[in-house]
C-alpha cells in the first residue's frame, strides 16, 4: 500500500513568515513529488514539482527533497494571505511506463494571518 | 496552455437518477485521464484511470457499474453516475494527463454532486 503522509494542521503563520510543508511517502520506487495547491471548494492547482534530490526554487517557494529519507517538502517564504489554502503532497508511485497515477496526501491546511 | 474543463460545475439530482459529467482537454490531446473524488475535508481519492479508447481502470473499491466512464476521445472522457444515492454526494474532479509536461496531470475544476 503506498502512503503518502502530511500533518493535517491547521498550520498557522503570521504574514511575512516562513510556513513550511512536509511530507512523508511509502515507495521508495517513487519518482515524482508534486505540490498542490486547494482552495476551499475548488480544485487543486500545481505550485510545484520535483524530481531530484536537494531543493528546487520557484520565486517564493521552493521545494525539498530527500530520497533516502523519503520526504519532501515545500517552503513558502513571505507568505501572504492569499496562500492560505489546503497544500497537497502528490506523488507519482510508477517507474517507467506512461500513466504517471499520482497517491495523494491528505492535505495541510495552512492559514496566513494578516 | 494545457486548460481542462468540466460539465456540469454543479448538478443536484434526486436519488435513483443518473448523472454524466464531462471531462475536456481544451488545448491539448489528453493520452489518459483520471478520475477523481473527494468528500469534505477529505483527501482526493482515485476512481478510475482511463484511456482513449480502452477501458477505464478503476481502483479498489469502486464500483465499475456504478460509475460509468467513458473515453471516446484524447479530448473527451465522461462520468456517469448511475441510480445516484445520497452517499454518492461529492465533489467530482477529472484530470488529464499529455499536456506541454509529460508527468504533470492538469485537473479540471470539478463537479459538485448533491443527490437528494
Known amino acids: 500500500q503506498k502512503e503518502v503522509e502530511q500533518n493535517s494542521g491547521p498550520l498557522s503563520v503570521p504574514e511575512g513568515a516562513i510556513a513550511s510543508l512536509n511530507c512523508t511517502y511509502s515507495d521508495r520506487g517513487s519518482q515524482s513529488f508534486f505540490w498542490y495547491r486547494q482552495y476551499s471548494g475548488k480544485s487543486p492547482e500545481l505550485i510545484m514539482f520535483i524530481y531530484s534530490n536537494g531543493d528546487k526554487e520557484d520565486g517564493r517557494f521552493t521545494a525539498q527533497l530527500n530520497k533516502a529519507s523519503q520526504y519532501v517538502s515545500l517552503l513558502i517564504r513571505d507568505s501572504q494571505p492569499s496562500d492560505s489554502a489546503t497544500y497537497l503532497c502528490a506523488v507519482n508511485g510508477q517507474s517507467g511506463g506512461s500513466n504517471y497515477k499520482l497517491t495523494f496526501g491528505k492535505g495541510t491546511l495552512l492559514t496566513v494571518n494578516p | 496552455g494545457a486548460v481542462v474543463s468540466q460539465h456540469p460545475s454543479r448538478v443536484i439530482c434526486k436519488s435513483g437518477t443518473s448523472v454524466k459529467i464531462e471531462c475536456r482537454s481544451l488545448?491539448?490531446?489528453?493520452?489518459?485521464m483520471f478520475w477523481y473524488r473527494q468528500f469534505p475535508k477529505q483527501s482526493l481519492m482515485l476512481m478510475a484511470t482511463s484511456n482513449e479508447g480502452s477501458k477505464a481502470t478503476y481502483e479498489q473499491g469502486v464500483e465499475k457499474d456504478k460509475f460509468l466512464i467513458n473515453h471516446a476521445s484524447l479530448t473527451l472522457s465522461t462520468l456517469t453516475v448511475t441510480s445516484a444515492h445520497p452517499e454518492d454526494s461529492s465533489f467530482y474532479i477529472c484530470?488529464?494527463?499529455?499536456?506541454?509536461?509529460?508527468?504533470?496531470?492538469?485537473f479540471g475544476p470539478g463537479t459538485r454532486l448533491t443527490v437528494t
Open positions: 484530470s488529464a494527463q499529455g499536456g506541454p509536461i509529460a508527468y504533470e496531470q492538469y
Open positions: 488545448d491539448f490531446q489528453a493520452t489518459t
